[in-house]
């Protein structure tokens, strides 16, 4: 059945334990107010606007310098005390063993970088993003999203999940990692267009919050609920309206129970069904509904017409037997009501949407993504050729925040640890260069310089993120753990200003499907603050698998950058191009009236140095760091040489 549950904003998970009732209604919102307006994205470094500054300086709104894609970051990991809960019911459920590239995925979903997101895409999010390179959202919006984020299982977990509406996920080395879930865990709210959720206001109590009405009383921001969400406050009873307190409310979320009702034709994607006015005959209407449905959910859409009818009917002997009139809004919540207890008590037939599985035609998602099948593609073998021919997506709860344990962790922070950390240097710009090769002087001369340029254009303290990838990479690739202890002495060696640079790992694995997966790199980085993101030639590229030339133009990617539909809010720096002049001994910016100075040290000729044990020119990268690369292909040569005990 067709929903879109992945794409609304949910109610916050935080992977930290939950705050006392008096903290939480101390608490300012840490995320950008989702009602305010983007700043667009432009063509050439600005100087930063004065209205701008006024907004946030009138708003005291932190982690504004850009919004995360749906207005929220949507974070994935289960509070810490419902850890023994999520642990018994993932021992009851069917399993799906995550791969490696998997795991990375998850981690990716857990900590919003993909935002919106709410799990593993299910068929109408993938068929968007695969086609589209973008997702629409429920108000009609769009949000760039041009790699598809999937889970792919054979027909032996095909048959084991069944008609389960939740899966529990394992990790490679079989704990259990999270729960995919059939429905969302949180709701959303719809004030006027957007997508919101209430942790997102500012709150604001007079005295101790006793006395405060959680329902009825303006405590977020100067407004109501009524204000804010009209029809979600109709949904719940005038007793508890009147009588819920502010402080009553907060701990665990207590006012979500407050809600009359929990599955809805909404939940289900039924709203055409309901008859409108031209409908004359009910039987006719419920027999072409019926069959407008699909096959699977029939039986449930017959008893939800049945059942209602059932309650009709019961309220007209009411009324005529008992004088007693309820309206319709209370007619509608005992609707509600009854349907929940049918389905607590067991009616199966009422059971709402399950876990989405789908064909995986593997063919048809390497040429939309990579534009090639040919053979040698490295994310296709490691992560497509072998996976299972079906597509399982749906809602998911991670258990605890995922940890590697290979002396990193401390490097990966997540989109909302970044942004804390852009608040707390003060920064008012914020420009993210990603790379997954050793920092040479080329690279610290551009980032340099674009600080450079941004200071000139009047902002104060612009950071930069340096940002390598830190999941799946080709195995010719430098490994992560030398190209940080590799940015380490970059930074010791004063080539990168340790008081301006944040350096930190991006988990997202690999596809080398140039300016496709480029749109992705961009779009995460929204997610993690970053309101300037650095281009350069050919991104996320790679040489033809099968010929000798290069997969995609080496232009295209700041192209499509500068074009890409959900992207417009952030600003795209394409790359200078750098060389080694001869001349100066130094890497420098290209000039085109003497290119005969300048030589051009590839990534591929930078590592075939280094495994030679040449080294390269003078100025090219700091010693320090040169020698972590020379260190590591020489240990390489000693485990070719070393015999093999028999």
């Known amino acids: 059945m067709a929903t879109t549950h992945l794409l609304t904003p949910p109610r916050l998970h935080h992977p930290s334990p939950s705050p006392s009732p008096a903290a939480r209604l101390r608490a300012t919102a840490s995320l950008a107010h989702p009602l305010l307006p983007s700043r667009p994205r432009l063509s050439a470094l600005h100087s930063p606007s004065p209205r701008h500054h006024r907004l946030r300086r009138t708003m005291s709104v932190r982690s504004s310098l850009i919004d995360p894609d749906g207005g929220a970051l949507v974070e994935l990991v289960a509070p810490p005390d419902r850890l023994p809960a999520l642990r018994a019911e993932a021992d009851a459920l069917p399993r799906v063993r995550l791969a490696p590239v998997d795991l990375q995925w998850a981690h990716v979903l857990a900590e919003g970088w993909a935002s919106p997101l709410r799990g593993f895409m ?5 068929l968007q993003s695969l086609h589209f390179n973008c997702i629409r959202l429920p108000d009609g919006g769009l949000v760039n999203m041009s790699l598809p984020i999937v889970l792919a299982i054979g027909d032996a977990e095909k048959e084991r999940v069944g008609d389960k509406p939740d899966v529990a996920l394992e990790g490679p080395d079989g704990g259990i990692v999270a729960i995919l879930r059939s429905e969302q865990l949180g709701f959303d709210i719809s004030v006027s267009g957007h997508q919101t959720d209430i942790t997102g206001y500012d709150i604001m109590v007079l005295g101790n919050g006793t006395r405060a009405l959680f329902w009825s009383d303006k405590w977020l921001g100067g407004r109501s609920i009524e204000d804010i969400a009209p029809s979600l406050h109709k949904a719940v009873g005038p007793r508890i309206r009147s009588q819920r307190t502010v402080v009553q409310a ?26 409108n006015d031209r409908a004359t005959c009910f039987v006719e209407w419920w027999t072409k509904t019926h069959k407008e449905r699909d096959r699977a959910d029939r039986k449930c859409f017959d008893t939800l017409v049945v059942l209602i009818s059932w309650l009709i009917w019961k309220e007209r002997n009411r009324r005529t037997v008992d004088r007693c009139t309820r309206n319709l809004h209370e007619l509608l919540a005992l609707v509600e009501d009854e349907v929940v207890l049918w389905f607590r008590a067991g009616f199966s037939q009422l059971q709402g ?44 709860e991670v258990l605890e925040p995922i940890k590697y344990n290979d002396g990193l962790d401390h490097y990966r922070l997540s989109p909302r640890q970044l942004r804390n950390e852009f608040d707390k240097r003060g920064a008012d710009a914020v420009f993210a260069f990603q790379l997954r090769n050793p920092v040479h002087n080329g690279h610290a001369l551009l980032m340099n310089d674009t600080r450079r340029r941004l200071l000139e254009m009047g902002y104060k303290n612009p950071i930069l993120l340096l940002h390598p ?18 940015h380490s002495k970059v930074l010791e060696d004063g080539v990168l200003d340790p008081e301006t640079t944040i350096v930190s ?18 779009k995460a980085r929204i997610n993690a603050g970053a309101n300037f993101y650095i281009v350069g030639r050919d991104p996320a590229g790679m040489g033809h698998p099968t010929e000798k030339r290069d997969l995609y133009n080496p232009d295209h990617g700041k192209k499509v950058l500068s074009m890409a539909p959900g992207l417009e809010k952030l600003n795209i720096l394409p790359f200078k191009v750098a060389a080694y002049d001869t001349v100066a001994k130094k890497m420098a910016f290209f000039d085109p009236s003497r290119s005969q100075d300048f030589l051009f040290i590839s990534g591929t000729k930078m590592r075939t140095f280094a495994k030679n044990g040449e080294n390269p020119p003078d100025g090219f990268m700091c010693p320090g760091g040169w020698k972590v690369l020379v260190d590591y292909y020489n240990s390489l040569q000693a485990e070719e040489v070393t015999p093999v005990p028999v």
């Not at 490691?382 to 079906?390: C, F, K, L, Q």
């Not at 790992?505 to 961009?522: D, K, L, N, R």
């Open 122 to 126: 299910r068929e109408a999010e993938y």
């Open 250 to 275: 907060l701990p665990d979320d207590q006012w979500v129970h407050d809600i009359r009702g929990a599955l809805t034709v909404q939940r289900l994607g039924w709203e055409s069904a309901a008859p």
């Open 353 to 396: 949407p399950l876990v989405e599985i789908y064909p995986h035609n593997k063919e048809e998602r390497i040429a939309r993504i990579w534009g090639t099948t040919a053979p040698g593609l490295p994310y296709v073998d490691e992560a497509i050729a072998s996976a299972g021919n079906w597509l399982i997506g749906g809602d998911l």
């Open 469 to 486: 990838l830190g999941g799946f990479t080709k195995a010719d690739d430098v490994p992560l753990p030398v190209r940080m202890e590799q």
């Open 505 to 522: 790992i991006f988990p997202s694995p690999m596809h080398y499907a140039g300016p496709t997966e480029v749109q992705w790199h961009a």
